[in-house]
Every structure is written in structure tokens, then in C-alpha cells.
């Protein structure tokens, strides 16, 4: 199976920076997107950026174009999400996704950020 470890959420201020790490170990030889998604309490989970592992493609939601960023590493089967120029419309919950094919859909457990006003 596939195991996903998030880190590097926290609390920051309104304007300043994070960044989200996702490491993916077990069963990976068959990657074919790493994204993230988040979910603020009383809300529904909501797609935040993709990476298409083979070709480095990306996506983002709107609400964050222009101030996320998504890259891999394709050694360490990590993702990563810098963040920029935060807002407290981004706190939430923040989890890591593998789409791994065959091997099916993975969820990481979370990571918490908390933009303050």
C-alpha cells in the first residue's frame, strides 16, 4: 500500500509564507498525480493544486492561482506546496492526495494552517 506524510503547516499571519511537504513511501512506482486539497471547518473539502508526476503539468483552484505553488521531486516522491502572501480565507485543513493508479486513490491525515488577521 501507500502511505502519505504531511508536514509544515502552522500558524502565520495574513500575508506571510508556508510550505506544505507530502512524502509518499510504500507501493509509488506507478504515480500519476500528488495534489492537495483543504477543508475549513463547517466546509466542504475543496481542490487546491495538482501535479502530474510523468510530465510536471500543474493546476490550481482559483482562489489560489498566483499564490501557491506545487512542485515534486520525483526521487523522494514528495510534493511540496509554497504558499505565499496568505489570507485567512486559507485556513484549513490541508491534505495531501496521490492518485497512484492501479494502486488507487490516497489520503494523507492533515495538516493544519492557520492564517491570522
Given at each position: 500500500q501507500v502511505q502519505l506524510v504531511e508536514s509544515g503547516g502552522g500558524l502565520v499571519q495574513a500575508g506571510g509564507s508556508l510550505r506544505l511537504s507530502c512524502a509518499a513511501s510504500g507501493r509509488t512506482f506507478s504515480t500519476y498525480t500528488m495534489g492537495w486539497f483543504?477543508?475549513?471547518?463547517?466546509?466542504?473539502?475543496?481542490?487546491?493544486?495538482?501535479?502530474?508526476?510523468?510530465?510536471?503539468?500543474?493546476?490550481?483552484?482559483?482562489?489560489?492561482?498566483?499564490?501557491?505553488?506545487?512542485?515534486?521531486?520525483?526521487?523522494?516522491?514528495?510534493?511540496?506546496?509554497?504558499?505565499?502572501?496568505?489570507?485567512?480565507?486559507?485556513?484549513?485543513v490541508y491534505y495531501c492526495n496521490a492518485n497512484m493508479g492501479t494502486l488507487g486513490m490516497y489520503w494523507g491525515q492533515g495538516t493544519q494552517v492557520t492564517v491570522a488577521s
Open positions: 483543504r477543508q475549513a471547518p463547517g466546509k466542504e473539502r475543496e481542490f487546491v493544486a495538482i501535479i502530474y508526476w510523468r510530465n510536471g503539468s500543474t493546476g490550481y483552484a482559483d482562489s489560489v492561482k498566483g499564490r501557491f505553488t506545487i512542485s515534486r521531486d520525483n526521487v523522494k516522491n514528495t510534493v511540496l506546496l509554497q504558499m505565499i502572501n496568505l489570507k485567512p480565507e486559507d485556513t484549513a
